[in-house]
């Protein structure tokens, strides 16, 4: 295999330096980090019983497929690595059916009330709704035995100790503990989700990153907030996303003119507009820490990369291991991009009719054994950036945001 993933990597090289960035780079980016993915995920796919011929097919299909039948088949590569994943957590946490008596069949659960059906909404400040999803009766097993559990499984879990890297802001760092081939799934982004017709909501809004420095954004400009998910918990419950520190401006900043009108212009709308009164997640999830990883100080390479992921909700099986909740309806505004404003659109979702959370997940670029996942935070060079923020590539910084 080690033959055949050279191939690989000698072929992701060359995408970097095509000529093709010059015309529109922050697009090409795009597009060469799908076909980087494609490649991984491809080659994680395979397995052991790779041969050469394998190895040669999808670097052909990745010269020719189009973006959107690369993209197609990445996230189904990713969707087979979540799908093992979930029987993993599923066979650690659910109660061995076999042993229970016919009387008891059924999981208990954990309050009365009816599972919710569909998407509901809690609007305003009217306090938590009465009708809650019944919680399934699971092992009482702690965050830390779901972990090594995991590891025993799949052969990794992540962990979460100060980091290697120096400076005084890395504070904690995300390992891997255990070993995971190249093209693995690492980690889950978890958090809220918000669409571009919400961004308005999203605490600290506009200077939404002031305070908060765990925000990403998908390259459909898709928004989640980890900040509420923190580093998990001890069970599985009801999360709507919403408990989370009040996030302030800093007061010792004067504003002065044009950040005076930007502030009145921009003002946060108040209230909560949650897409359900909240789902059932597993809190335990030991791969919920993606929002933990550092980015590489000098002299260090990445060795993971962002990957986004549509989790389809038609999966309901899976979902209290997808980490995530939609802030507001994410099928009731469609948005278009026009230079940097969004709009409501009217145009329906060519790709697929199946509502999904738009996540993401963090994909490894190497094999990993025991070691600090590190990723490319690829901060603009049109802002100024911290002093700890040394770039990966400056070339592929200034293509991008040139």
Known sequence: MASLFYKFQEFVKTLSKSPTFARNPREF????????L??????NRLGKNA????????????????????????????????????SAMNGILLPDLEKRSK???????????????????????????????????TKHLSRGEVSQSLRDGIGYSLDLKPSLITHKEAGEGLFLSGEADVGTVIAIYPGVIYSPAYYRYIP????????NPYLITRYDGTVINALPWGSGGESREVWDGLTMPEIRS?????????????RMLSKPLEGTRVGSSGDVLERRNPLALAHFANHPAKGMD???????????????????????????????????????FWFKSSAKNSVSDVPVLKTLVLVATKALCNEEVL???RLSNTKRRPAWYTPVDEEEDRRRWS
């Open 204 to 211: 600290g809004y506009p200077r939404v990153d002031a305070q």
């Open 250 to 262: 800093n007061v010792q900043n004067v504003e002065k003119g044009q950040d005076r009108v930007w």
């Open 302 to 340: 990445p060795n993971v990369m962002i990957c986004p992921y549509d989790f389809p909700l038609t999966e309901k099986d899976m979902r209290t291991y997808i980490p995530n909740v939609s802030f507001g309806n994410p099928e009731e505004v469609n948005m278009r991009r026009f230079g940097s």
């Open 103 to 137: 009387k008891d069949e059924a999981p208990a659960l954990s309050n009365t009330a009816p599972r919710r059906s569909g998407l509901s909404f809690a609007v305003g400040k009217s306090g938590p709704p009465i009708d809650r999803p019944a919680i399934p009766e």
């Open 29 to 36: 980016q795009f597009e060469t980090d799908m076909n980087r």
């Open 51 to 86: 041969d050469e011929a394998d190895a040669e097919e999808i670097i052909e299909m990745a010269n020719k497929a189009s973006v959107a039948d690369q993209q197609k088949q990445v996230q189904e590569n990713i969707h087979f690595q979540i799908t093992n994943f979930c």
């Open 38 to 43: 494609f490649l991984f995920t491809s080659y």
């Open 375 to 377: 990723l490319n935070y």
